[in-house]
């Protein structure tokens, strides 16, 4: 089956050609960060009206680059939440348009459900269960997938995103936008252990908070203006890197999971990544990594999501609209 994805929840233009939900024939993305940065975020007006200009010659340069016509499509799926309602409208009405139009089912996917998929794609052979850890610009939860289709949220954030602190953070020690880029990329430079800030909630539960390790930086460097920027930066991300792999290391030894997972945009993040490696091989984990480009907003793992969705659902009404605090459908 030959799935085209469309994924617009956020700032990213996104449209892909997956086979099988496994076999990636295209993927385009068009990230609109340098529209949002001066704005220190993501204006929600500015990413709708961006979405409208740019999703058509996306889905274009996708169908073309793949090499396939409509008449070769079995689906065309796409993000329908969570998101920013004006942002997920532009892709579902185009969605739902294109599959009147080309004849084609409508498969609609949650986002979240998305980015669980994004590890399979690289790693046909990744074993369930898995404990997957989703940390993005919106979100921050602990995963245990027990089977295709079957997920048990353990914890969540309880108030900001991992991401989410790595932009304030960010914003506040003067280093632009997106923030996460910006601290890994200074916090190579800078001593993990300059600075004792504290590890939100590391021993109890799975789920996180991140809005007072924030102020603790912020209230940090008030009463130390010369404290060197680099240590701020490394010893604020060693904080959440400490959490985010203390809690997913403790589920996995729980659930008895076979893999451990990351995926989201702060999964890109270096320290993270081989501090998740070094867990598996200690435990006896497989480990799966996804590449950066998988872990950020992207249209493949929307068609391998939706491929999934649609040998399990069929296809999906045509009335449906967007649903912008879709959550998780968890068991
Ligand atoms: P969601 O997927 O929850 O709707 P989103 O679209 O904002 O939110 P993504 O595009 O998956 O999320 O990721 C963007 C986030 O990832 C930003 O907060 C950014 O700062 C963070 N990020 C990107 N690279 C890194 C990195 N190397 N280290 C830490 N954080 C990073
Ligand atoms: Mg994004
Ligand atoms: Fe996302």
Same mark, same amino acid.
């Given at each position: 089956l030959v799935v085209l994805g469309i994924e617009t929840s956020c700032d990213e233009t996104a449209a892909a050609v997956v086979v099988g939900g496994r076999r990636v024939l295209s993927s385009v993305v068009s990230s609109q960060v340098d529209l949002h940065a001066r704005f220190g975020g993501v204006v929600p007006e500015i990413a709708s009206r961006a979405h409208v200009e740019l999703l058509t010659p996306v889905v274009a340069e996708a169908m073309l680059s793949a090499g396939v016509?409509?008449?070769?499509?079995d689906a065309v799926a796409c993000t329908v #939440?969570? #998101?920013l309602v004006g942002a997920l409208l532009v892709g579902v009405s185009t969605a739902k348009a294109l599959s009147l139009v080309w004849d084609v089912p409508f498969v609609a996917v949650n986002h979240l459900e998305a980015h669980l998929h994004a590890a399979f794609l690289e790693e046909p052979d990744l074993q369930l269960p898995a404990v997957v850890l989703l940390v993005s610009g919106g979100h921050t939860m602990l995963v245990h997938w027990e089977e295709m289709g079957r997920y048990r949220l353990l914890g969540q954030t309880v108030d900001d995103a991992a991401g989410e602190a790595f932009d304030k953070v960010a914003r506040f020690l003067g280093l632009g936008y997106p923030g996460g880029p910006a601290i890994d990329a200074l916090a190579m430079d800078g001593d993990p252990t300059a600075i004792a800030f504290p590890r939100p909630m590391l021993d109890n539960g799975y789920d996180f908070s991140f809005s007072g390790l924030k102020t603790a930086v912020v209230n940090h460097v008030r009463k130390?203006?010369? /404290? =060197?920027t680099a240590d701020v930066a490394a010893s604020f991300q060693e904080a959440v890197v400490d959490v985010l792999v203390a809690k997913a290391r403790r589920a996995a030894a729980e659930i008895g999971a076979k893999a451990l997972c990351i995926g989201g #945009? /702060? =999964? =890109?993040n270096s320290q993270l990544r081989e501090r998740m490696l070094g867990v598996c091989v200690d435990d006896g984990l497989q480990a799966f990594l996804p590449s950066r480009a998988m872990c950020t907003d992207n249209a493949a793992m929307v068609a391998a999501a939706g491929w999934h969705r649609f040998l399990a659902d069929g296809a999906s009404p045509l009335d449906l609209g967007a649903e912008p605090n879709l959550r998780l459908p968890v068991v």
């Open positions: 016509e409509p008449h070769d499509l #939440g969570p #998101g130390n203006p010369d /404290v =060197a #945009g /702060v =999964a =890109a």
